[in-house]
């Protein structure tokens, strides 16, 4: 089968790929582009262990043809950081530990970005409900949470 070009923004760099059209936007990440942060948990979208923001929401890379990412700007956990400071929510779980083996981790950190954008004062019940597509076996998310509320009490200079 003919390999498709694609060309798009993946965290501020612009990307041109040939690929076959049935690779999923996690294989090229990993795969080709070799950005491990981004993780492969179910390969089903049932454990955000995936997440990557698509412009400015986020989507489970696991479900979405790698033809989807033409034209679009993509961001990985790699991108958040701003070379070695990190981004106040990647701070904010490492202060408050949020996370235990670290493979939900990024995907967490994705869905908290894309609800801290959307609302950057969340209550215990929207943190919750943002985070709601990911999975972590190893916590009772109370953790989580506290990281991702001590983020946006950061991110408006509440510290």
């Not at 798009?8 to 690929?19: D, M, T, V």
């Not at 582009?33 to 923001?53: A, H, I």
Request: aromatic share 4%.
């Amino acid at each position: 089968m003919e390999r498709k070009k694609i060309s798009f923004i993946l965290n501020g760099k612009s990307q041109e790929l040939h690929i076959q059209p049935w690779r999923t936007l996690l294989e090229i990440i990993r795969e080709d582009l070799q950005l491990t942060g981004t993780k492969e948990g179910c390969g089903e979208g049932e454990c955000g262990s995936c997440t990557v923001m698509m412009g400015d929401k986020t989507v489970n890379s696991c479900l979405v043809p790698a033809v989807e990412a033409d034209n679009m700007e993509i961001t990985t956990i790699e991108g958040l950081a701003d070379g070695d400071n990190l981004d106040p929510i990647q701070e904010a779980f490492v202060s408050y530990a949020g996370m235990q083996c670290g493979f939900c981790t990024p995907g967490m950190i994705m869905s908290a970005k894309e609800l801290l954008e959307s609302n950057p004062n969340p209550n215990e019940e929207e943190i919750r409900e943002g985070i709601a597509g990911n999975f972590c076996r190893c916590t009772g998310y109370t953790k989580i949470i506290e990281s991702i509320s001590a983020a946006a009490e950061g991110m408006q200079g509440g510290e």
